[in-house]
């Protein structure tokens, strides 16, 4: 006899290396905004999520968590790094992950995407500002030294390991919406012409490096997971992101995976 459709959306979900995920249903991230002057998590969040894991939720990420205080997406974000009050991280992730919810935080650096009113000198792959009248908003970034980029994909290891502390059953990368891990990956937005830009295996190197970098800090059996756009439709940009992560050099000694 066949199943269901809701069925099928409640038969539990195992990842490679063994943790399950109850259900099918996940909650993407989302960036709530809730985030203290020192941006820390407000009480909020964890009421919120524990409100979202009490209905059911197999798989939930946060929202768009920033692994450095000096480069926010937004007023309001929360970060996680060295300077962070973790009671709160750690009140997050307990009420979250009622209900034997798996809560992942996503972690993220916006690059160029800080609007103007929060800094005035942004940093990209390239400096190249954005365009479609976003320029009003955001200032041209400034080209990030080799240096800077070795220090930001060790925020992005320092946050997680932080995170796993914390009780987060997870970390999900956040490589889409044009953010600077997208931002890396795309022709468009990095004309480097050293190790990190050129080919797509040159492009790829930045995240494939934030991965062995966070492995290194939380361990080969702590669930990693990347969010990144199949396109960003535009002229020299991403296309079949996925693809590109997929089918390059070094992603068989270091997977992304969610599940078998």
Partial sequence: MAITNEQELAIPFALANGIEIKNRFCKSAMSEGLGTREHNPKPDLAVLYQTWAEGGIGLCA???????????GEPGN??????????????????????????WMQSNHPGKQIPNLVCKEPVAPSAIGLEAGLEKGFN?????????????????????????????????????????????????HNQRDDQWGGLIENRMGFV???????????????????KLNSADF???????????????????????????
């Avoid at 991280?89 to 809560?103: I, K, P």
């Avoid at 494939?208 to 990347?226: D, N, Q, S």
């Avoid at 997929?246 to 270091?254: D, F, H, I, Q, R």
Wanted: aromatic share 6%.
């Fill in 208 to 226: 494939l490096a934030v991965l062995e970098a966070i492995r290194g800090e939380v361990g080969e059996e702590y669930p990693i997971g990347i």
């Fill in 78 to 103: 929360v970060v996680l790094d060295e300077e962070s009050d973790l009671s709160e991280f750690r009140r997050w992730a307990r009420e979250g992950s009622v209900n034997d919810t798996q809560l």
């Fill in 140 to 188: 041209v970034p400034r080209a990030l030294e080799e240096s800077e980029i070795e220090a930001i994909i060790q925020k992005f290891a320092t946050s997680a390991r932080l995170a796993k502390e914390c009780g987060f059953g997870g970390v999900q990368i956040h490589g889409a919406h044009g953010y600077l891990v997208s931002q890396f990956l795309s022709s468009r």
């Fill in 62 to 72: 946060t929202g768009n968590v920033m692994i450095d205080r000096t480069a926010l």
């Fill in 234 to 260: 535009m002229n020299d940009g991403l296309e079949y992101g996925v693809l590109c992560v997929s089918s390059a050099a070094g992603v068989e000694k270091n997977p992304i995976e969610y599940g078998d």
